[in-house]
Each structure stands twice: as structure tokens, then as C-alpha cells.
């Protein structure tokens, strides 16, 4: 009997360990998923990958952002690898085409800059919608 006592104490243990590692490590996840940033982007409506628009925003991210991004990597800057679950598409793209007022105002953006202050702040992107929208899909896939 005092083992089957035993053993529910523990499962019970478990599981209320399991919720508090839930509460904090999903939860500012969540929280950040839902942030919209700063900018001119209000919604973004995602289907499934379009192969077409990933492969421009490849280019563009080769010739913009790899200077200080690699994808599974530190370079200069934070990698990117699986941004998109961390970060909402309309924050990804605000980000991209509002680079300066984010990093001013912004709390997440500011709290980065802090953490990367050793490098210099990311320079203003100034990427045009369709652009932004292209890298997104290109980060899609590096999920
Ligand atoms: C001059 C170096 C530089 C370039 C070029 C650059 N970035 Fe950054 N990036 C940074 C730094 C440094 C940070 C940390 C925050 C900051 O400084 O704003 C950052 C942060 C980010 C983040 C947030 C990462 C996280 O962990 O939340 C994303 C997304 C991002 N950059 C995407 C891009 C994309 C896409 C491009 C190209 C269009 C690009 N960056 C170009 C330096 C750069």
C-alpha cells in the first residue's frame, strides 16, 4: 500500500514539474509567437511552401543577410535556424522592412541588441514587402 502511495506522489511530482517547465519555457515562446512588432505589415496569411518565392529569398538572403547570418550557425549575428517558430511572420516582416524603429522601440528587438552587443546593430534592412515576404518564405524552410 505505501508503495502505491509512493508511486502516485511521484507521477503527481512529475507532472507538476512538467507544467512548471511547460509554463516557462512555452510560455514567452507563445507570447513572442503572437507579437506583431512594429510596421506597416498587419497580416500575413501563410499556405504551404511556395518553392518559387523560398528560392528569391534565398538570393536575397544571400546577397543581404549572410554577411552576418549563416542559418545553423553564430556568425556575426544570431543563427536562424527555426526563427519562424520563435517569431511571427508579421513580426519577421515589420522587422525586415522597419529594421531601425523596432530596434529603438521595440522590447524583444532591444533586449537582442543587448545580448549582441559585442557586433554591431543589424543595419536597416529597408526591404521592400515583397521582398521581406520572399525572405520569410526562404525562413520557412530552415525551420
Ligand atoms: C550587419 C549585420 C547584419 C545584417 C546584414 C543582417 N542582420 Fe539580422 N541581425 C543582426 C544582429 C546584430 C541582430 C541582433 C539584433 C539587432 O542588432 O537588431 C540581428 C537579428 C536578426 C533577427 C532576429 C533573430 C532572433 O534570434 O530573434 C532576424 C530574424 C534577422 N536578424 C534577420 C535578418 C535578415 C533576413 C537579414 C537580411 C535581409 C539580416 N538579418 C541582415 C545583424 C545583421
Redesign the pocket.
Known amino acids: 500500500m505505501k508503495s502505491i502511495i509512493k508511486s502516485v506522489f511521484v507521477a503527481g511530482l512529475i507532472l507538476f514539474m512538467g507544467f512548471t517547465f511547460e509554463a516557462n519555457y512555452g510560455g514567452p515562446q507563445n507570447k513572442q509567437l503572437t507579437d506583431k512588432g512594429i510596421g506597416p505589415i498587419k497580416v500575413v496569411k501563410l499556405g504551404p511552401i511556395n518553392k518559387k518565392l523560398a528560392d528569391k529569398g534565398n538570393d ?2 544571400e546577397n ?6 549563416d542559418i545553423n550557425d553564430v556568425n ?5 535556424k527555426g ?1 519562424t517558430k ?2 511571427s511572420p508579421v513580426f ?1 516582416m515589420n ?2 522592412m522597419n ?1 531601425k524603429e ?2 529603438q522601440k521595440d522590447p ?2 532591444k533586449n ?2 543587448q ?2 552587443k559585442r ?5 536597416d ?1 529597408r ?1 521592400k514587402k515583397d ?2 515576404r520572399a ?1 520569410l518564405e ?2 520557412r524552410t530552415k525551420n
Open positions: 536575397i538572403f543581404k543577410c549572410s554577411a552576418c547570418h556575426l549575428a544570431p543563427a536562424l526563427v520563435t517569431l519577421i522587422y525586415l529594421t523596432m530596434q524583444y528587438v537582442l541588441i545580448q549582441w557586433v554591431p546593430i543589424m543595419k534592412q526591404l521582398e521581406a525572405v526562404f525562413l
